[in-house]
């Protein structure tokens, strides 16, 4: 047993280290597993864990980036809105009160009221459209309304020309107070209010005006005037802007006004009619009415903006509102700006044929269409008439322009006459800064206001010339002008145009000359239609003429009227289109003055000297060689006997039956001196009469000078007497023009010239040479009774004998002491010169009953010589020479 017990126990002992061994070897075996899979859980609880984490960020950066991409687009949004904010409100329309200025022009499609509240820190504009586009209704708050309301007209009123849009204020509760800002505009009719009565009114007027834009304005050819303004770049019509402010109350409105006011907001914007409404309730608002609703705190709901909310701005700085309101003002009272004289000028110069008659442009209608005006069979004459200030001047400057541009000379004449002070006329003659003139004008007169001679002779000349033409059509058995230029084609028939600028002063007073300027006027317009002498006069105003209005034939003749603002009378008496005018606007009527004839036309601007110097020059360049300046008559400046035709004519000859003696220029169209002549017959002496030295100075000056010209070395003889000592210098200054041989005497030796003289005139034969007495002051003479005693043989017995008194009396009366006082003969004086000597003095020394009219003025003269006048001449006497 032992053995086998101790056996037994080695084996189980081996056993059970066996056992052991193995238990061992499996719990180490499980242990590395336990460890494996631990190990192993921690590596997927780590990964886990690192998932977790990348995850997190991952949806971070996700979301990151959504949100990134959420406000790039609604930055985009807002930054198109805003860009399109800006490009819809520019300028004035939307810029900030603390820069803004008008931008005239700019063409605002809406009109900027606050900004919308986005997340964004830009700014988006909110805008309300309303010229052209639509109507705005602002409800809510009622001081945040008012500042809405005044924002939005500031707005309007700053981004158009001025006096474009036209408002009109109903405000019943404050009386106009709303619009208090505003005020200024009233001045220039801008503004006007209607007052609390007077909504229905305004609605039936603005009712009316769509009505009336749509059937003339529009007429079917357009959808809308801003339709209208964009084809045709101009806008014939302003807009019209309504303001109602109501109190709130939901019953101020009639049936009737409900439905006007319902209508305008359908149909006005099309027609440039708008309404802003505060305190009007609009329960339905048609669409394009743009609805506020105004919080207290600044913040509004804009029914263009959808949900999202508006910040108002705050209302314009009132100092703005009435120093832009008084701009305006100031501009729209002083009127639009000029258009250019370019206009009215063809594409290609003297291009027309004036046979039938004259047409031109003189300026543009409504429309932009031009006016064009025609001279013709009918109508043949024209009257203009336009208060001081209004164009008139300026309006036939562009009419001479538009004229002359299209006929050549050869088809056109021009006469004109200024009858004004100043001299408007003068720029188409020669002057001593420009050379140039048109070369159509054959006449300027300027300066003519005490001359109406001037007048009176343009009239006898177009006179004579109408019947040069009568005679002409005659010889080609013709009636007019048309069918005159076709028989006699190589005949000079340019058209003639007569202006008269102020020809009230021709026509003015109840005078010979008045009386003779109708005759002439009437017998022109009657007959010079077909003649194709055409008048056109101008006055300031044409009603006072009563000339005219006593003659309603030759009224009649002028068919063509031309009313300038204000003008009274010319159109029709039924015609008021003349009161409403703008400032350089005319009305054309070629009807008498018809109501249904007249044209409105918008003047261009042809007084600036250099527009018009730019076509007289273009013109002047292309005149005909042969063609010589017009006569200027200008009745300020004094003629030089130097520059008369006549006297340049004079020369010696070898005998002279007929001396001439010239005196002065008369006033006439052909600048003629007049003259008299001395031949040998009795009475053919000359008396200047008057107390002014240097006129009587100048005429005896000149009758020596044209003397001596005619007559060889010693074919005549001439005494100068010198009696008073003021003539002294003027004397002196004569003796270079007259032969050496001429004897010079003064008081102390004026005797023996008187004695000699008489002596002469005594003798049975006339004188061998002519003798030529100039007495200067010859009542001055010493010597009493004796020396009368020895002028009265030799202005008697002298002119028969070649002897010739050329004697100043210093006064008619003294001239008739000479005679041998009242009642002795006058004849002896066959010719005169008065100078301040009134016309009943002259009685004496005028053939007939009656007296010669004559009103003494400065440096003019009145000249009779019985021999040739029928009716005593005004003169001028030549100046220094
Ligand atoms: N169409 C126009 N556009 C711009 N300016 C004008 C126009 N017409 C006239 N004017 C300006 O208005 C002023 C007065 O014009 P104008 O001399 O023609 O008037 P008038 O009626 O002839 O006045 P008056 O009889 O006192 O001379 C001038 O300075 C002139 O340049």
């Known amino acids: 047993m032992p053995e086998s ?9 081996a056993g059970l280290a066996h056992a052991l061994g193995a238990a061992q070897s499996a719990l180490d075996t499980a242990r590395d597993r336990h460890l494996a899979a631990v190990e192993r859980r921690n590596r997927v609880a780590a990964a886990a864990e690192a998932q977790k984490v990348r995850l997190a960020v991952e949806r971070d950066t996700r979301l990151r980036d959504i949100d990134h991409q959420h406000h790039d687009d609604l930055a985009a949004l807002a930054g198109a809105a805003a860009d399109a904010g800006r490009r819809g409100a520019p300028g004035a329309a939307g810029a900030p009160w603390s820069s803004w200025a008008p931008t005239p022009g700019v063409g605002a499609a809406e009109v900027r009221v606050g900004r919308l509240l986005l997340p964004y820190e830009g700014e988006v504009p909110a805008l309300v459209p309303l010229l052209d586009r639509g109507h705005v209704v602002v409800r809510g708050d009622a001081a945040a309304s008012d500042e809405v309301v005044a924002g939005l007209l500031l707005r309007a009123l700053g981004t158009t020309a001025p006096g474009t849009v036209r408002l009109t204020g109903y405000d019943p509760e404050q009386l106009g107070g709303g619009l208090a800002g505003f005020a200024g505009l009233a001045t220039a009719g801008v503004l006007t209010f209607a007052g609390p009565g007077a909504l229905g009114a305004l609605l039936d007027e603005l009712v009316d005006h769509v009505r009336r834009i749509n059937e003339t304005v529009l007429a079917g050819e357009h959808p809308s005037l801003g339709a209208l303004a964009d084809a045709t770049g101009r806008r014939p019509e302003p807009w019209r802007v309504a303001v109602l402010l109501g109190g709130g109350h939901g019953d101020e409105l009639s049936r009737k006004e409900r439905g006007h006011l319902d209508r305008l907001l359908r149909t ?29 705190d600044g913040t509004a709901r804009l029914s263009g903006c959808g949900d999202l909310p508006v910040r108002l701005d705050e209302g314009p700085p009132p100092a703005l509102v009435t120093a832009t309101s008084r701009r305006i003002a100031e501009q729209v009272a002083a009127g639009p700006r000029p258009v250019a004289l370019d206009t009215l000028l063809p594409d290609e110069e003297w291009r027309e044929h004036s046979a039938t008659g004259l047409s031109a442009p003189l300026g543009d209608g409504p429309h932009g269409t031009p006016v064009t005006v025609t001279l013709s069979d009918y109508p043949p004459h024209a009257l203009i008439a336009g208060p001081s200030g209004t164009g008139k001047t300026n309006l036939i400057y562009a009419w001479i322009g538009a004229l002359a541009a299209r006929y050549s000379p050869a088809e056109l004449a021009f006469y004109l006459l200024d009858f004004k002070e100043g001299v408007s006329f003068a720029r188409f003659a020669p ?19 005490t001359d109406r001679e001037f007048g009176l002779a343009l009239l006898r000349f177009l006179g004579a010339e109408l019947r040069r033409r009568a005679d002409a059509a005659k010889r080609h058995e013709v009636t007019n002008l048309a069918e005159l230029r076709a028989e006699d084609p190589d005949g000079h028939w340019p058209r003639i145009v007569a202006v008269v600028d102020e020809f009230q002063v021709l026509l003015a007073g109840r005078d010979a000359l008045a009386a003779e300027a109708v005759d002439l006027l009437e017998d022109l317009a009657r007959r010079g239609r077909s003649q194709g002498i055409h008048l056109i006069l101008a006055s300031q105003d044409v009603s006072g003429i009563e000339a005219l209005w006593g003659r309603p034939a030759l009224v009649a003749q002028f068919s063509l009227r031309i009313a300038l603002p204000r003008a009274r009378r010319v159109l029709a008496e ?38 018009w110097s730019a076509l007289q020059h273009r013109l002047w360049r292309r005149r005909p060689p042969e063609l010589s300046a017009p006569r200027l008559f200008d009745g300020d400046v004094v003629p030089r006997l130097a520059d008369s035709p006549d006297f340049a004519r004079l020369a010696p000859a070898p005998t002279v039956p007929a001396p ?46 044209a003397l001596a010209a005619q007559y060889p070395p010693g074919a005549a003889r001439f005494s100068v007497a010198c009696l008073d000592p003021d003539a002294t210098a003027a004397v002196d200054a004569l003796r270079p023009h007259l032969p050496e041989d001429s004897g010079w005497y003064g008081p102390d030796s004026v005797g023996w010239l008187l004695d000699d003289a008489a002596e002469a005139a005594d003798a049975d034969l006339a004188a061998v040479r002519p003798h030529f007495l100039f007495l200067y002051a010859v009542d001055a003479a010493p010597g009493g009774a004796r020396t009368a005693e020895r002028l009265r043989r030799i ?23 000479t ?30 009953a009656g007296a010669p009219v004559w009103y003494p003025r400065p440096w003019r003269a009145l000249h009779f010589d019985r021999s040739v006048h029928r009716g005593a001449e005004v003169i001028i006497p030549y100046g220094a020479p």
């Open 268 to 296: 006005g914007a099309a027609c440039g009619v708008h309404l802003v409404l505060r305190g009007v309730a609009v329960p339905q608002p048609p669409a394009g009415v743009e609805v506020i609703d105004a919080a207290r």
């Open 660 to 705: 001439v003696v010239l005196l002065g220029e008369t006033i006439d169209v052909a600048a003629r001196s007049a003259r008299t002549v001395l031949r040998r017959a009795p009475g053919r002496n000359l008396a200047v009469l008057g107390t002014r030295v240097d006129e009587a100075c100048a005429v005896l000056g000149t009758a020596a000078r």
């Open 5 to 13: 017990a101790t056996q037994q126990v080695l084996d189980v002992r």
């Open 431 to 449: 002057g001593r800064r420009d050379p140039s003139w048109l070369p159509h004008v054959r006449l300027v007169g300027v300066n003519v206001n």
């Open 574 to 611: 039924t015609n008021p289109a003349a009161d409403a005018l703008p400032r350089f606007h005319a009305v054309v009527n070629a009807d008498s003055g018809a109501l249904e004839a007249n044209r409105v036309v918008r003047v261009p601007a042809a007084g600036d000297r250099e527009q």
């Open 795 to 817: 202005l008697r017995q002298g002119p028969e004998r070649r002897i010739h008194v050329l004697g100043w009396w210093r006064g008619a009366a003294l001239l008739r002491e």
């Open 819 to 848: 005679l041998g006082g009242q009642g002795s003969r006058t004849d002896a004086i066959g010719a005169w010169v008065a100078l301040d000597v009134h016309g009943s003095e002259l009685a004496p020394y005028y053939p007939g």
